[in-house]
């Protein structure tokens, strides 16, 4: 396969990708967020702690492209939510990690688990062979950003 075949492959799946999110989108139900009042940038900051599990204020920032200050005013009204709770770092007592409380995690839930029932109905639609395709994909996928964005050892480091 020549780099001009990878590159198109690439386009066409990217292409698809974009066109499988609007359709997932469309007539989305709210009920997901029924009851909780917050803003789309509390929702990103939510969304990083439930795929982190905890984070200082300055890896938030840096993951989300923001200043620590805006971090501190978003996490000030997520603590008021009940969604998330500050903590000592206890290898630096200088860094205040966030992580999500059970309220804060069961949204997060509540929201994933609404995205994986409307996949569900979407893969009810597909025949065995279509599945078998399907599942033989998501686990190249998977694969890929295993290596793609899982953390690497340090060299001569021992974390034990």
Not at 25 to 37: A, I, S, V
Not at 111 to 138: C, F, K, N, P
Request: charged share 30%; net charge negative; with cysteine.
């Amino acid at each position: 396969m020549g780099i001009d075949e990878r590159e198109q492959l690439t386009q066409a799946i990217l292409d698809c990708y974009h066109e499988f999110g609007r359709a997932m989108h469309r007539d989305r139900p709210h009920e997901w967020l029924e009851g909780c009042d917050i803003t789309m940038p509390q929702m990103k900051t939510l969304a990083c702690l439930y795929g982190k599990q905890k984070a200082s204020m300055g890896e938030l920032a840096e993951a989300l492209g923001t200043g620590v200050s805006t971090i501190t005013g978003i996490f000030d009204r997520l603590i008021d939510h009940g969604f998330v709770t500050r903590e000592e770092d206890p290898r630096d007592r200088r860094v205040v990690v966030g992580r999500l409380t059970p309220a804060g995690d069961a949204l997060m839930d509540r929201i994933y688990m609404t995205a994986r029932d409307r996949l569900g109905r979407v893969l009810g639609q597909l025949t065995v062979e279509e599945l078998r395709a399907v599942s033989q994909g998501i686990e190249a996928l998977n694969r890929g950003a295993q290596r793609a964005y899982s953390p690497t050892p340090l060299s001569g480091r021992d974390d034990r």
